[in-house]
């Protein structure tokens, strides 16, 4: 059975940086597409960023205005998202999602419990 | 950027009964490629079904997917205690992948 544990969330100010990691388990990584999806306190689910297979290919949703990197390294089974000038409406749960392909992106069948990034002076 | 819109905001029935939930999307959803998840509070949501009809694995046959293009509906056909809870659609046909806002299925 596929697992995934989020972690590195917490309190931040604005303007500071986070990386939040995601250690999968019970299947092969190295076949699946990763991503991030975050959900804001009482609102609904947000994709964030996806990175496939090999890491060749790489996605961000529009409303990040390039301040995340997503990243993986498959031989410590691990993804990756570092986080830079912190807004306050970056304020989530944070999710990492095992993808399965369409054409225009991925369903996501398998997620980890996530992990809260508060960003608050 | 695909919109879905799903309605009713919120659903609110007896368990026994039936369910059907709307997810309408503009411009239309490439080739059916569409999904249903179920989030309980505290809870990551958990995929109930892909491809528009296709259930994920583990989920009961009384979750059922149907539509395509525009229009998607998921039906829960007896609604269990357990069913009550927040649903959203997804396209991932074309990108950005999306989500609908949201309904929320409660106890009548």
């Known amino acids: 059975e596929a697992q995934m544990v989020e972690s590195g969330g917490g309190l931040v100010k604005p303007g500071g940086s986070l990386r939040l990691s995601c250690v999968a388990s019970?299947?092969?990584?190295?076949?699946?597409?990763l991503n991030w999806v975050r959900q804001a306190p009482g609102k609904g689910l947000e994709w964030v960023a996806s990175i496939s297979s090999s890491s060749r290919y790489i996605s961000y949703a529009d409303s990040l205005e390039g301040r995340f990197i997503i990243s993986r390294d498959n031989a410590k089974r691990s993804l990756f998202l570092q986080m830079n000038s912190l807004r306050a409406e970056d304020t989530a749960v944070y999710y990492c999602a095992r993808g399965v392909s369409g054409t225009g992106g991925d369903h996501f069948d398998s997620w980890g419990q996530g992990t809260l990034v508060t960003v608050s002076s | 950027e695909i919109v879905l819109t799903q309605s009713p905001g919120t659903l609110s029935l007896s368990p026994g009964e039936r369910a059907t939930l709307s997810c309408r999307a503009s411009?239309?959803?490439?080739?059916?490629?569409l999904a249903w998840y179920q989030q309980k509070p505290g809870q990551a949501p958990r995929l109930l079904i892909y491809g528009a009809t296709n259930r994920a694995t583990g989920i009961p046959d009384r979750f059922s997917g149907s539509g395509s293009g525009t229009d998607f509906t998921l039906t829960i056909s007896r609604l269990e205690p357990d069913d009550f809870a927040v649903y959203y659609c997804q396209q991932y046909g074309t990108s950005p992948v999306t989500f609908g806002q949201g309904t929320k299925l409660e106890t009548k």
């Open positions: 019970g299947f092969v990584l190295s076949s699946y597409s």
């Open positions: 411009p239309p959803v490439s080739a059916r490629f």
